[in-house]
């Protein structure tokens, strides 16, 4: 992997600023109550932050608004978090750098990159923080198991970013 790839996956600074973000689009809300993007909408609500989803099959979930696709998202977010099949990673991301998103986390596997180098490169030029893999929750303090493990296997694997 390149170094501007390597940078791209994200600093644990980078993190630490995009989760304190208080307006994040979540690309992938799902409709379904016990899946992953609902866990992690939760826990931001929790948080205090404003969400709003994408998702082409509903105007709301569980009172997060929603649109049908990126483009539609309003003025005045500058993150998204993507929670899609890998699959859809790179599509998403064009999106969002189209919509003028700044901020950008694709959720994908762990120690993977889901978005191709030439992506994430493509971010990095233009000054867009890219967040490669790495699983939100596992970076907000009290959110307790499994997350707590989940943080601790990626400081011993050396895949928790600095």
């Known amino acids: 992997m390149n170094q501007a790839a390597t940078k791209a996956r994200g600093t644990k600074s980078q993190i630490d ?9 979540i690309i ?6 016990r899946s992953y993007s609902r ?15 994408v998702n082409r099959n509903s105007k709301d979930i569980d009172g997060i608004p929603c649109v049908a696709e990126i483009a539609a998202l309003p003025a005045g977010l500058d993150a998204a978090l993507v929670i899609l099949p890998p699959a859809q990673s790179d599509a998403s991301v064009h999106a969002c750098l189209d919509a003028g998103l700044q901020r950008i986390w694709v959720r994908g596997q762990e120690g993977r990159a ?14 867009v923080t ?19 493990l989940h ?12």
């Open 17 to 25: 600023e995009f989760l304190a973000i208080k307006r994040i689009a």
């Open 28 to 33: 992938g809300l799902s409709r379904e109550q």
């Open 39 to 53: 866990s992690v909408a939760r826990e931001l609500r929790r948080r205090g932050r404003d969400l709003i989803g």
């Open 114 to 127: 889901s978005v191709r180098a030439e992506l994430a490169e493509q971010c990095v030029k233009l000054g």
């Open 130 to 148: 890219l967040i490669d893999g790495h699983c939100p929750l596992m970076f907000l303090a009290g959110t307790g198991f499994p997350h707590s």
């Open 151 to 162: 943080r601790r296997f990626a400081q011993w694997f050396g895949i928790y970013p600095r």
